[in-house]
C-alpha cells in the first residue's frame, strides 16, 4: 500500500496550461483579423495616399473635411491594431470568436468597422467645430473663405466654412485622428453638450 503511494506521488503529472493562456480557436480568429485590419488600413491608406498625389498633381484635391474623414478612419485602424498587436479582448462577447475563424463576410465587415466607426467620429466633431460648440487655442477656428464672404447658404457652408489657415487645417485632421483613435472621445462631447443643453 506504501509502496502504491510512493510510486503514484513520484510519477509526472501532466502540465495544465495556465488560465489566461489562448486557444487555438482564439489565435486563429486573432490571425484572421490582424490579416483583414491590414487590408482594411491598406486600402483606406492608399485611397488617401492617390488622393493627396492627384492634389499635388493637378492642384485639385479633397476638401479639408474629406481629409479629417480619412484621418479619423486611419485612427480607428491605429488604435484597433494596437489592441490586436497587444493581444488585448477585441471580441463583444467570447462565444464570438467563433464566427472569425474562417473568412467570411462578416470577418470582412468586421475589419472595417473601426474605419466607419472613426469616419463617422471625425464627420462629427468637424461639424462642432464648425459649429463654434468647442473654442480654445487647441481647437480649430472657422472661417468663410468664399469671395463674397457669404456662407450662410448650405452649399457654401460645406464648400467654403473651414478652418481658418493651416495651423487650424492641422488642428482639424489631428482632431479627427483622435476622434477615430479613441472610442470615447466623441461621445464623452456630446454627453457633455447634451448636458449643457438641459441646464
Avoid at 36 to 47: K, R, S
Avoid at 107 to 136: R, T
Amino acid at each position: 500500500m506504501a509502496d502504491n503511494e510512493i510510486s503514484d506521488s513520484s510519477s509526472p503529472k501532466k502540465a495544465l496550461p495556465p488560465d489566461n493562456e489562448p486557444d487555438q480557436a482564439t489565435l486563429d480568429a486573432h490571425r484572421l483579423m490582424v490579416m483583414w485590419l491590414f487590408i482594411a488600413t491598406l486600402l483606406v491608406a492608399l485611397t488617401f495616399l492617390v488622393l493627396m498625389l492627384r492634389f499635388d498633381i493637378t492642384g485639385q484635391g479633397p476638401s479639408v473635411m474629406v481629409v479629417v474623414i480619412i484621418s479619423g478612419s486611419l485612427g480607428g485602424f491605429v488604435s484597433s491594431l494596437r489592441r490586436l498587436y497587444s493581444f488585448q479582448d477585441i471580441f463583444p462577447r467570447k462565444q464570438y470568436v467563433q464566427l472569425f475563424r474562417k473568412t467570411n463576410f462578416y470577418v470582412i465587415a468586421y475589419s472595417f468597422v473601426p474605419a466607419l466607426v472613426g469616419m463617422i467620429g471625425a464627420a462629427v466633431i468637424y461639424v462642432v467645430f464648425a459649429a463654434g460648440l468647442l473654442k480654445g487655442g487647441v481647437f480649430p477656428e472657422f472661417h468663410c473663405s468664399a469671395t463674397t464672404g457669404d456662407c450662410s447658404a448650405f452649399y457654401s457652408f460645406v464648400a467654403n466654412w473651414s478652418p481658418n489657415g493651416p495651423a487650424e487645417f492641422g488642428k482639424a485632421i489631428i482632431w479627427g485622428f483622435i476622434a477615430g483613435f479613441s472610442e470615447r472621445f466623441v461621445p464623452d462631447i456630446l454627453n457633455r453638450l447634451g448636458s449643457k443643453a438641459s441646464e
